[in-house]
């Protein structure tokens, strides 16, 4: 049915769990195959980035883990968020014909709101990759008043945006294939490809963001993502800095997509 060589091959779906990444990291670490994928109808302690909780009800959302050994240089491992953000804004494309926005490094949103969020967590061996563990989340089918208080504005769904009920054994089987595909392009090393259809759906280029980095904010245009998904920004001072780690911040801006 799926039709895959490695990503959702072995496919353990479970109806609750703490967090889908959690189980996932203990199955790399006992030594699960390549693309063995964790599916949780609901996550009590949904994970996201920056120690943040995720929202995971049941029976809403496509809450996965997929477990991935690429063997690259570490230079190129932030291309992974990217290429997932790719895979899923295309399946959302193909299956419901909506646009997603690609906000660097790692969220998908609509109207400046997110719709789906990755979090990716890595294992080394004396300084070698073991293991990723590639979380994604995205929100299907809540409605508006499903949302807890603190995201109502800033998160949605698919349904809100499209007003249809999706239905997500769909949606999970197109995000599974386009992953594939998407990744096996990153292992072919054809990161232009990756790159071009990243920038392709990022709406921020050439425009005055805001990064919250370790260091404090920084303000300046966007010009680019370089060849290992880092952010060229270029300050007030022309001075361009690159980044590998922040979060665009997207308070005062005006709307996206
Ligand atoms: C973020 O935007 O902060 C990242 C959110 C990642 C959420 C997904 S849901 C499946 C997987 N399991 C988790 O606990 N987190 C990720």
């Known amino acids: 049915m799926l039709g895959n060589k490695l990503i959702g091959r072995t496919l353990l779906a479970f109806n609750k769990l703490g967090s889908s990444n959690e189980v996932a990291k203990r199955l790399a670490k006992k030594q699960a195959s390549e693309g063995t994928t ?8 949904g994970r996201g980035r920056q120690q943040k909780k995720w929202f995971s009800p049941p029976s809403t959302g496509l809450w ?4 991935l050994k690429p063997q690259c240089h570490l230079d190129r491992l932030g291309l992974i968020s990217l ?4 895979a899923v804004s295309d399946a959302v494309k193909s299956e419901l014909g909506l646009r997603l926005a690609h906000k ?7 109207h400046s709101r997110k719709v789906c969020g990755i979090l990716i967590e890595t294992e080394f061996t004396s300084q070698k990759l073991s293991h990723l ?3 994604i989340g995205i929100n299907v089918n809540q409605m508006a008043a499903d949302f807890p208080e603190e995201l109502m504005d800033t998160a949605t769904s698919l349904r809100m945006e499209t007003g249809v009920l999706v239905d997500r054994r769909r949606l999970l089987i197109a995000v599974l294939r386009a992953l594939e595909k998407c990744y096996l ?8 490809l990756i790159l071009r259809k990243w920038r392709d759906g990022c709406p921020f280029f050439q425009r005055t963001i805001s990064v919250a980095t370790d260091g404090g904010r920084v303000e300046g245009l966007l010009e680019d993502i ?11 001072s022309e001075r361009t800095i690159v980044l590998s780690v922040g979060d665009i911040l997207l308070r005062n801006m005006e709307a996206i997509r």
């Open 38 to 45: 964790i599916l949780a109808e609901q996550q009590t302690g």
């Open 185 to 192: 392009n990153f292992l072919q090393r054809r990161f232009d």
């Open 104 to 110: 660097w490094p790692n969220d998908l949103l609509s």
């Open 133 to 135: 563990v590639l979380g």
């Open 226 to 236: 370089d060849e290992f998904g880092r952010l060229c920004l270029r300050l007030p």
């Open 83 to 86: 290429l997932a953000c790719v």
């Open 64 to 67: 996965f883990s997929v477990i």
